[in-house]
């Protein structure tokens, strides 16, 4: 059971759930999650995997990752250098609400469709 709480533990919630809600709410961190979620990806293969994503604001995701602890970054000292990026543990802990997401989005699409139809029909 989940225990009562008083809005301002509520509030002081979301304050701290902030944060992880801007990462994973971006374009990108969710599909770069589930890219990684069978293991280690080079740079170019997460690339390929999502598509139609810049290298530029993969970089930029990838670091801003690694900054929150969600994935590892592992250079071997190879000619060219190799980079592989793989999942933490805190970022395999992120998967199960990300598929958890994804289910209730596939289960619920014919529900949010007609109820967007229905918005714009009203609103038009």
């Given at each position: 059971?989940?225990?009562?709480?008083?809005?301002?533990?509520?509030?002081?919630?979301?304050?701290?759930?902030?944060?992880i809600l801007v990462?994973?709410?971006?374009?990108?961190?969710?599909?770069?999650?589930?890219?990684?979620?069978?293991?280690?990806?080079?740079?170019?293969?997460?690339?390929?995997?999502?598509?139609?994503?810049?290298?530029?604001?993969l970089t930029l995701?990838?670091?801003?990752?690694?900054?929150?602890?969600?994935?590892?970054?592992?250079?071997?000292?190879?000619?060219?250098?190799?980079?592989?990026?793989?999942?933490?543990?805190?970022?395999?802990?992120?998967?199960?609400?990300?598929?958890?997401?994804?289910?209730?989005?596939?289960?619920?699409?014919?529900?949010?469709?007609?109820?967007?139809?229905?918005?714009?029909?009203?609103?038009?």
């Amino acid at each position: 059971m989940i225990p009562h709480l008083s809005n301002d533990d509520l509030l002081g919630g979301c304050e701290a759930v902030r944060p992880i809600l801007v990462r994973i709410g971006d374009k990108w961190s969710v599909l770069i999650v589930m890219a990684l979620r069978e293991g280690p990806r080079r740079f170019n293969q997460i690339r390929r995997d999502i598509g139609s994503i810049s290298q530029r604001m993969l970089t930029l995701t990838l670091r801003g990752m690694e900054r929150d602890g969600l994935i590892s970054r592992k250079v071997y000292p190879t000619t060219p250098p190799r980079v592989e990026y793989a999942l933490t543990e805190l970022g395999h802990s992120l998967r199960g609400p990300v598929e958890a997401l994804g289910a209730w989005a596939i289960a619920n699409e014919a529900e949010i469709v007609s109820a967007q139809t229905r918005y714009d029909a009203e609103n038009a």
